[in-house]
């Protein structure tokens, strides 16, 4: 049986609960759960002034029942076990994770798996800014694992991204800003100045909306990516399901940083 963790009112400021992990948690019993610290703003409270806790961590699964608009750094440093968020979540969700899987019914805020390592993270809504970037100051973003977002999402996605893949159904502006390596697919509406500054790496635009290419990229060829169909049947195994082209136009830059990178869009 998993621990159900339900919000028994709603904070005036910011809760920040990067304590409470389903590895870090693991024995607990509810009643020491919710004795564990946590800040509402600056002020370090019980969790269990602002949540219920109950059930059982043996299996390392955590549900999170009800609106965490204002829940931030859920699953942050997370190494094993799985959280379901069954509503709205609030910014740094899976922040720095390096294993196990987050799941997220509706939407998350923003820097959803900011330089995370490993892991599995799935919002099923709409997301915001900064999704699998680097913070800033910080040499490297996203270092590994997956991040899916049905939904929309907001500028600088992949921001000095190092490995990994994020796949998101519409992105805002500077997809894969600064980007060092991995993966980006888009499936849908794209703001502009994507791929500016990348060094390495794959930004890959698959629906109908083809951003312009910036004038630090030059098109090489027109053709059938076998690497697609292997990322499809990766997407459909975690229930990402969207359409791929059968062609894309593959443009490689951004020529002022070397010119290894690669942006496709949907031919």
């Given at each position: ?36 610290k ?12 602002f ?11 955590h ?34 994770m ?11 805020s ?6 995370m390592?490993g892991?599995?993270i ?17 040499a ?20 000095t ?52 290419a910036?004038?630090?990229?030059r098109?090489s ?42 942006i496709?869009?949907?031919?």
């Amino acid at each position: 049986m998993a621990i159900e963790i339900e919000l028994s009112q709603t904070p005036s400021v910011p809760l920040e609960v990067e304590k409470i992990r389903p590895d870090l948690m693991l024995g607990q019993t509810p009643t020491q759960i919710m004795k564990e610290k946590i800040f509402h703003g600056k002020e370090e409270i019980e969790f269990g002034e602002f949540f219920s806790v109950k059930g059982d961590s043996q299996d390392q699964t955590h549900c999170w029942n009800g609106d965490m608009s204002g829940v931030h750094w859920i699953g942050k440093c997370l190494s094993s076990g799985k959280i379901t968020v069954n509503g709205n979540c609030g910014r740094h969700l899976g922040s720095e994770m390096s294993g196990g899987e987050i799941s997220v019914s509706d939407d998350a805020s923003d820097w959803v798996g900011a330089e995370m390592s490993g892991g599995l993270i799935r919002v099923d809504g709409n997301a915001g800014h900064l999704i699998g970037a680097a913070y800033r100051g910080s040499a490297r973003g996203m270092r590994g694992g997956t991040i899916l977002v049905k939904g929309k999402t907001g500028n600088e996605v992949g921001h000095t991204m190092r490995r990994g893949m994020i796949a998101v159904g519409a992105v805002g502006d500077l997809t894969g800003f600064n980007m060092l390596a991995g993966s980006i697919l888009v499936f849908g509406e794209c703001g502009i100045r994507h791929g500016a500054g990348m060094h390495r790496g794959t930004i890959a635009f698959l629906g109908s909306h083809r951003p312009e290419a910036l004038p630090t990229f030059r098109f090489s060829c027109r053709q059938d990516l076998t690497i697609l169909c292997l990322a499809k049947k990766y997407l459909l195994r975690n229930g990402f399901d969207f359409p791929f082209p059968d062609y894309v136009d593959l443009y490689h830059g951004d020529f002022l940083e070397g010119g290894r990178g690669e942006i496709l869009l949907a031919a």
